[in-house]
């Protein structure tokens, strides 16, 4: 059974304190790992797709990050906007390609 | 860019009536939509996986002729909440997969009175 575990569950930081955020996962065959940002009251808003371990993906403050059991969203120099939860998934590259879902992290980012 | 809409944004209805909640892909062709309801501060949970043209499948506990699904085209799929009570009150979201591509639609929130 596929599992994601995304850690820590909240995360408080001041603005411009750099941290990472994790998500380990098992998978049979691994077709793809989804980091997703979600507001308040949104549906959640796709970040990135990384494919085979070692790829890298960066978006302004944001860089993703996958090895062979975890990924990792590292946020540098985040400010108050970057506050959301962030949501990962994987996606087995076999069955009904069903996305299997962390719980997220929550970050504050107070000024 | 491809995105997935999503209509209406907010329903409030009365308990006992149906509420119909449509999903479409721009842009990109969604050959699975999966529908996911998701209650405050929890994760998402998937409700059914639905494939264009053949019948949803649905996860365990959710009842299919109460939550009706149509995926009638690459790039429509509708859920209906029928006969709908209090506890139906939730954010219901839908994500589409193409195979390569994957996105949320931005979320319904249905409130039952």
């Known amino acids: 059974e596929d599992q994601v575990t995304q850690s820590p569950e909240a995360l408080r930081l001041q603005e411009g304190e750099s941290s990472s955020l994790n998500c380990s996962y098992t ?13 308040p009251g949104k549906g959640p808003e796709f970040l990135f797709t990384l494919y085979s371990a070692g790829e890298e993906k960066e978006k302004e403050r944001l860089k993703a990050t996958l090895t062979k059991k975890e990924s990792f969203l590292h946020i540098t120099a985040p400010k108050p906007e970057d506050s959301a939860t962030y949501l990962c998934a994987v996606q087995a590259d076999e069955g009904s390609y069903i996305p299997t879902f962390g719980r997220g992290t929550s970050l504050i980012v107070h000024p | 860019g491809a995105v ?13 009536t149906s509420v119909k ?22 994760s998402l949970m998937l409700m ?13 506990g959710v009842e299919k002729d109460k939550f ?10 509708t859920l209906t909440v029928t006969s709908a009570h209090p506890e139906d009150s939730s954010f219901y979201i839908c994500l589409g997969d193409s195979g390569h ?11 039952v009175t």
């Open chain 2, 48 to 60: 059914a996986t639905s494939n264009e043209g053949s019948k949803a499948t649905y996860e365990q």
């Open chain 2, 21 to 42: 909640i449509e999903c479409r892909s721009l842009d990109f062709q969604a050959t699975t939509m999966f529908w996911y309801r998701q209650f405050p501060k929890q």
């Open chain 1, 27 to 39: 998978v049979s065959g691994l077709r793809g790992l989804f980091w997703y940002r979600q507001d």
């Open chain 2, 4 to 16: 997935v809409s999503q209509h209406p944004s907010w329903v409030i209805c009365k308990s006992g």
């Open chain 2, 101 to 111: 591509e994957q996105y949320f639609g931005p979320g319904t929130r249905l409130t």
């Open chain 2, 68 to 77: 009706l699904i149509n995926h009638a085209s690459l790039t429509l799929s």
